[in-house]
């Protein structure tokens, strides 16, 4: 059974940066990608970026384009995003997720079949 186990949020002012990290957890992990999404109440999980786990193609959201950088650890098994730049609208709940399946589309929810608990980002000054 793999586990997802997000860390690094916290209270940050708009312009600052964090550094989210997502360790995998379980004997086996087989991923064919993982991602990012992020969540407020009341509206659908947004997608933040994504990677292909063997390969490293990124894949980000219009919103953060230039902003997050999505990257992994191969070999340490955890998945990373820097956020800069940080904007009050980035306020949310972040959540990473893993799929074993090949899946041509990296942006939707419904895609993903592990997730971790999530990790609350605020922004605000």
């Known amino acids: 059974q793999v586990q997802l186990v997000e860390s690094g949020g916290g209270l940050v002012q708009p312009g600052a940066s964090l550094r989210l990290s997502c360790a995998v957890e379980g004997r086996v992990f087989g991923s064919h990608a993982m991602a990012w999404f992020r969540q407020v109440p009341g509206i659908d999980r947004e997608f933040v970026a994504a990677?292909?786990?063997?390969?490293?193609?990124?894949q980000y959201g219009d919103p953060v384009k230039g902003r997050f950088t999505i990257s992994r650890d191969y070999h340490k098994r955890t998945l990373y995003l820097q956020m800069d730049a940080l904007r009050p609208e980035d306020t949310a709940v972040y959540f990473c997720a893993s799929t074993s399946y090949f899946r041509s589309v990296l942006d939707t929810p419904s895609n993903y079949d592990v997730w971790g608990q999530g990790t609350q980002v605020t922004v605000s000054s």
């Open positions: 990677v292909k786990w063997v390969v490293g193609t990124t």
